[in-house]
């Protein structure tokens, strides 16, 4: 039984999920920007088509250290209301996941954000064993997204003064 479509990826040598709703489009890691009081969870802002979007690292958020991206890493752009990255190590594919989902050990939390495991196949992958499934929703607390909105609308301000002055 389908229990949908998943973007699978890698973070810290742990692959997971996140279903594809909740994912507004992938892009290689950009130059990042750094602001003055820039909060210290956030590796910096790209500008995603004149849009300022902050970045996070996956790894350090779900609690596996620094990860492992490299200079092709891809961003994870979230949807939602308030639009966020997340830097994973490799994205590997979208796929419907069709294994039933089981409850996560005690010990894969991943900071509380993982809420089933799931598998199936993976195209040319073939089958994939039990992976997490995140929860969009305990990615980041309610005042970690009020603070991530408030700090984009400051570096989109920011952003729009640079092009100003360059016209």
């Not at 699978?8 to 279903?19: C, G, R």
């Not at 929703?137 to 952003?159: C, Y």
């Amino acid at each position: 039984m389908p229990i949908g479509l998943h973007l699978i990826f890698e973070v810290s040598s742990t692959m997971m999920a996140l279903p594809v709703e909740a994912v507004a489009e992938v892009v290689l890691l950009p130059r990042l920007g750094r602001f003055p009081a820039m909060p210290t969870m956030l590796d910096g802002v790209m500008n995603l088509r004149g849009r300022a979007v902050p970045v996070v690292a996956m790894a350090r958020l779900l609690g596996l250290g620094e990860g492992n991206p490299g200079r092709f890493s891809p961003v994870v752009v979230m949807g939602g209301t308030v639009s966020w990255g997340g830097l994973v190590d490799r994205a590997v594919a979208v796929a419907q996941l069709t294994r039933s989902p089981q409850p996560p050990p005690p010990d894969l939390t991943l900071n509380d954000c993982v809420v089933a495991m799931a598998g199936g196949e993976v195209g040319e992958f073939g089958g994939i064993g039990l992976l997490p499934i995140l929860d969009p929703a305990r990615l980041l607390t309610r005042r970690e997204m009020l603070v991530l909105g408030d700090f984009r609308r400051l570096a989109e301000d920011r952003l729009e003064e640079w092009d100003g002055a360059r016209a």
